[in-house]
């Protein structure tokens, strides 16, 4: 757990967002028991989403599958029809990716991991939404999006690896529903920016329908590119004949 004051770029990130602190009328909510209920892979229980990447012109189909402890993904390359696969091994304070290839699994390459998905504004780890497997989350208070209650929570990459030294990220307040998420260099700037638009009802739980991704010049401050993912929604599953056993 991060138990040290907060840095000079935490206070600036509160000032900055207008985010409002919080005081002894309201106790904070676990950070990553919030988190937990934010994931849109795991609020899903046994549903499979697909949908598709969405950049300009460009537009490829993409899949989330939650297998017990394991998330799949898979995404098919536009104008070659070859499926990439990988999945994300989860565990207490773990979140392996690795890549299906070849019929064998291989620990997925930590240099790829912040590289573009087939030219878009999506990484790989962004697509995992690995960052949101970092332990030792901070509720750093409330703030409105899209006037909306939403909490903060801020997390700190607790590796090496990646392009983000650090994530903020927006949980609605009511429905625990991922709402926004910004992803900083270790200076502090902004590199990308994920803005969920549209979420639907699967079964008693909320999950993303739409999500604009922007990349950010971390120098002047302004988006130089843009990227949308979207999710059908799933199909409601067949009874099994004889009913429940």
Not at 77 to 96: A, C, T, V
Not at 114 to 141: C, H, N
Not at 177 to 194: D, E, H, I, T
Request: proline letters at 6%.
């Amino acid at each position: 757990m991060i138990s040290a004051p907060r840095s000079a770029f935490s206070l600036a990130c509160v000032v900055a967002l207008g985010v409002v602190p919080l005081d002894a009328r309201e106790e904070a909510p676990n950070a990553d028991a919030l988190l937990k209920t934010a994931r849109f892979v795991t609020t899903l229980q046994h549903q499979d989403l697909k949908g598709y990447i969405r950049k300009g012109e460009t537009k490829f189909p993409v899949g989330l599958y939650l297998r017990g402890q394991d998330i799949q993904l898979s995404y098919t390359r536009p104008n070659k029809g070859q499926d990439i696969r990988f999945h994300m091994r989860l565990g207490e304070n773990r979140y392996d990716l690795f890549e299906l290839a070849d019929g064998k699994t291989i620990r997925f390459p930590e240099e790829k991991l912040g590289e573009p998905i087939e030219k878009t504004d999506l990484s790989y780890e962004d697509l995992a939404m690995r960052f949101l497997y970092w332990p030792g989350g901070q509720v750093d208070g409330l703030e409105k999006v899209k006037g909306q209650d939403c909490w903060v929570v801020r997390l700190v990459n607790p590796t090496q690896t990646g392009r983000y030294a650090q994530v903020r990220v927006w949980v609605h307040k009511k429905s625990q529903a991922l709402m926004q998420v910004v992803g900083y260099n270790k200076g502090g700037k902004p590199l990308k920016r994920f803005a969920v638009t549209d979420v639907m009802k699967v079964g008693d739980a909320y999950t993303l329908r739409r999500m604009r991704v922007d990349s950010v010049d971390p120098v002047q401050n302004r988006v130089v590119g843009m990227t949308y993912l979207e999710f059908d929604k799933p199909k409601a599953r067949a009874p099994r004949p004889g009913g429940l056993r």
